[in-house]
């Protein structure tokens, strides 16, 4: 007799056991959650932002380029040296404005790609050494640079010339950053001591020198020639000064972000007409912010012959102490970023009321009056510090950083760590 199938009752699940379904949902959910925390994981690492090597000066010329191949030419201006945070804010305007260059060649070449590419064409040639452009005179910088805006006098070379700054200026509209990805194996650096290099051009000294690296906390940075003569008249040195050298580049930011908006609306017919309009956005809001700086240094004048004799006096102040070296240096800077901004309030404040304000007679004050002034002007600046008892370089180094911190509250620009301070 054939034994029939079995009747025996299935075994149950112990008690706390999950049953067969209940597994699968179990392993279900936990894949879930690992492939959730595994794609969290990418799109964080995604979404911080690159860092860009300034280990060495040759390491800050591949961050250039890699910063423009990553489209990321905005923060070409956090490769600078700041002094300051107003020098800081000004530096990353100008960071913006490389990237809405950026942004502009990227429209002109997708509007004009045959036009774009002949133009390309001509710079490859010339970086092999077959023509020069006025952009390759420039980067020699002496002779060649004032040759290269010199007009010659015939007729013929005129017309010449004018075509040469026609496109060159095309150029630099519809590819911004052409010229330094084709000419990057002419750039070089020579390093001048463990603290400074120079820029090279085929060897030589890009723009005659003047573009130079510092060496700061630990990393390399690029510099604005600031203290070059004919150019240290002119640099910025106040709050006010950097606002409005921010506020032109903001302008000429503004002209070419409504230059890119015309080139892809197609107002922009040709690719010729691209300077044209560049020109004609930027030359009167670019002018009035140069007739305000121009009004800044006449305030200037009136305000370094008191600077002037506030740096004698702080000079003699310092020498009959007899501070290390470094601090002295700390101090003194520390110093200067209150003075000079309180020094042309009280300026500006007598000038606006007819000379009625009297300024304070710093040649002739004792040192108790001078203390007295300067921790005054500190506290205002958010850095007190009392100048009369024996100073630390950590106590100027923290008041120092809270004069920083105060003026960056009151400056409106993306956020940033003020690198290279």
């Known amino acids: ?18 049953s067969r379904g209940g597994g699968r949902w179990l392993w279900l959910g936990a894949t879930i959650l690992i492939a959730g925390l595994l794609v969290g994981l990418v799109l964080w690492l995604g979404s911080r932002p690159r860092a860009y090597s300034q280990a060495s000066p040759q390491d800050v010329l591949l961050s250039i380029n890699a910063m423009v191949k ?27 404005l490389m990237g809405t260059l950026q942004d ?95 820029l090279t051009f085929d060897k030589q000294p890009l723009l005659g020198g003047i573009a130079q690296m510092k060496m700061s906390g630990g990393r390399w940075w690029l510099v604005l020639p600031l203290q070059l ?14 606002s409005i050298i921010a506020s032109l580049i903001r302008v000429v930011d503004k002209a070419l972000q409504e230059l890119t908006d015309d080139i892809d609306s197609g107002k922009a017919a040709r690719l010729e007409d691209v300077p044209r309009l560049a020109g004609e956005k930027a030359f009167i809001p670019a002018a009035i912010v140069m007739v305000m700086y121009g009004k800044e240094m006449d305030a200037r004048a009136r305000r370094e012959r008191t600077v002037a004799q ?10 009959d102490r007899a501070d290390p070296d470094d601090l002295r240096k700390a101090l003194t800077e520390t110093v200067n970023k209150a003075a000079i901004e309180e020094l042309d309030a009280l300026v500006r404040a007598r000038a606006a009321d007819r000379n009625t304000v009297e300024l ?4 002739e004050m004792q040192d108790t009056d001078l203390i007295n002034l300067i921790e005054g002007w500190l506290t205002k600046r958010g850095g007190p510090l009392r100048l009369a008892q024996p100073l630390t370089i950590d106590q100027i180094n923290a008041a120092s950083a809270a004069i920083d911190a105060k003026a960056k509250s009151g400056i409106r620009t993306r956020p940033t760590p003020i690198a290279g301070k």
């Open 104 to 198: 502009l060649g990227k429209a002109a070449q997708q509007r004009f790609p045959k036009e774009v590419a002949v133009l390309r064409e001509q710079l490859k040639r010339q970086a092999a050494g077959h023509g020069q452009s006025i952009i390759d005179e420039l980067a020699k910088g002496g002779d060649n640079a004032q040759a290269a805006f010199t007009p010659p006098k015939s007729p013929t070379d005129r017309s010449k010339f004018q075509d040469q700054f026609k496109d060159a200026s095309i150029q630099l509209l519809s590819d911004p950053f052409g010229w330094l990805q084709e000419n990057q194996s002419r750039l070089g650096v020579t390093e001048v001591d463990d603290e400074t290099a120079v």
């Open 229 to 242: 003569p004919g150019v240290a008249q002119f640099a910025p040195q106040t709050r006010n000064e950097w």
């Open 310 to 319: 506030f740096r004698k006096r702080w000079n003699k102040f310092m020498d």
């Open 1 to 18: 007799m054939t034994a029939g199938p079995s009747t025996a009752p299935l075994p149950t699940p112990a008690a706390g056991a999950p």
């Open 360 to 363: 304070p007679k710093i040649a």
């Open 70 to 96: 990553d489209g990321n030419a905005e923060r070409i201006g956090d490769l600078f040296l700041a002094d300051s945070v107003e020098q800081r804010a000004t530096l990353i305007r100008l960071g913006s």
